[in-house]
């Protein structure tokens, strides 16, 4: 069945006791790149959603681009990198995936699996080739060989994993538009479920047929016997409530399905409930739900009030670890809206610090961030 997110549960954040991100301090923000910026990140993964140990620490992808001082440019350009994240230290291995493709333009986030030797990447294609920025976006996937350093050999060609057919997911195929107004068809994730071995895809995606333009959706699909993915009704839905469930992906603790996602407070109907911008999510018996809010509303952290747009695209792994990048920080109630200087000195693209979750039943909280070095992960 498809599970709501409603204009209800989010009502209910204005009096919610709710977890919130450390202020940012500008020692956090030293990229760890020269001249690139980072966001959107996911480590390698084994098939139970824990991180991989590689290399004596985990390897990480992150979406990448060239610092041209305009933070809003970097999703026309991105390209997924690969790190290495061991005593506490981030080391770049490079682009993940050679340059050999031109039937989509750059790449958007997705997931990566680890299995015996074999590295399988989800990823979003977007773009078209022959027309430059646009918002087309289509689901691909390829598979490499790791290697005992963390680089990634022989990568398959790169194929697309479904084919949208409209029916229960608008097609993401604009070439006009701008952030958090676009269709999704978006951000696959890997997930296997503990209760049976099956193999599915969670995406983020936009609700066919809705009743308003705000018609963020968690679509899934599963593997058939022959390979294939098979689309699938929607997880989730937030009709009339927000535009973008962006990220999204599951855990399983103590028997319990935790569906996570996160959006921003731009991609809310701002006609009705509005929430912060953060991590969300809902729990149910199974994959298939039915899903109920985390926390009562669904709202598990958020950025401090005091700097409300510091971090983004929170992902949960198995161990709980939350990873993140620093968006635009220091901003001390300044707004970055019709000013691309501040927007561009305020933004840090690098890897945000570890945090840690705790879960119990409906709840959602934050566990002591002073351990969120990462280091029981490297």
């Known amino acids: 069945m498809t599970s709501a997110w409603t204009a209800e549960h989010v009502s209910g954040i204005a009096n919610q006791q709710f977890s919130t991100v450390p202020v940012i301090t500008k020692e956090q923000t030293i990229p760890i790149i020269s001249d690139l910026m980072l966001w959107d990140m996911w480590p390698i993964q084994t098939i139970d959603g824990s991180i991989a140990e590689i290399a004596g620490g985990s390897i990480w992808m992150a979406l990448s681009a060239t610092d041209h001082g305009d933070p809003a440019r970097r999703h026309f350009e991105a390209k997924i990198r690969l790190l290495h994240f ?46 430059p920025r646009g918002y087309q976006q289509r689901l691909f996937e390829t598979h490499g060989i790791l290697q005992a350093d963390g680089q990634i050999s022989d990568w398959s060609q790169p194929v697309e994993s479904i084919i949208n057919t409209g029916d229960d997911y608008e097609c ?24 049976d071995g099956k193999e599915y895809l969670l995406f983020s995606a936009s609700l066919a047929g809705a009743k308003t333009h705000y018609n963020g ?51 809310f109907d701002p006609s009705g409930a509005v929430g912060p911008t953060g991590l969300y999510g ?16 669904g709202l598990v952290l958020a950025n401090p009030a005091e700097e409300p747009k510091q ?33 561009a000195s305020s933004f840090a693209g690098t890897p945000a610090p570890f945090l840690y979750l705790s879960l119990n039943g409906n709840n959602a909280i934050l566990c002591d961030t002073h351990i969120g070095d990462g280091k029981k992960y490297a």
Not at 283 to 295: C, I, K, R
């Open 311 to 343: 971090c983004y695209s929170w992902n949960v792994t198995a161990e709980l670890l939350v990873s993140s990048f620093i968006d635009h920080w220091g901003l001390c109630g300044r707004s970055i809206e019709n000013d691309k200087a501040l927007a």
């Open 86 to 131: 061991v005593n506490n230290q981030w080391h770049d291995l490079g682009p993940t995936l050679p340059d050999q493709i031109d039937c989509y333009e750059r790449e958007w986030a997705g997931s990566a699996i680890l299995k015996d030797d074999k590295i399988s990447l989800f990823f979003t294609a977007a773009g078209n080739a022959n027309t």
């Open 282 to 297: 809902m729990v149910a018996d199974s994959l298939f739900g039915d899903y109920q809010p985390l926390n009562g509303t």
């Open 172 to 195: 993401a195929d604009q070439q006009d538009g701008e952030p958090g107004k676009i269709t999704a068809f978006r951000d696959p994730a890997y997930f296997c479920d503990p209760a």
């Open 217 to 267: 959706a968690i679509g899934v699909a599963q593997r058939d016997n022959d390979g294939a993915w098979q689309l699938l009704p929607p997880l989730l839905h937030a009709d009339g409530v927000n535009n973008e469930l962006e990220r999204a992906h599951i855990v399983v603790k103590n028997g319990l399905y935790y569906l996570f996602w996160v959006t921003q407070s731009e991609t």
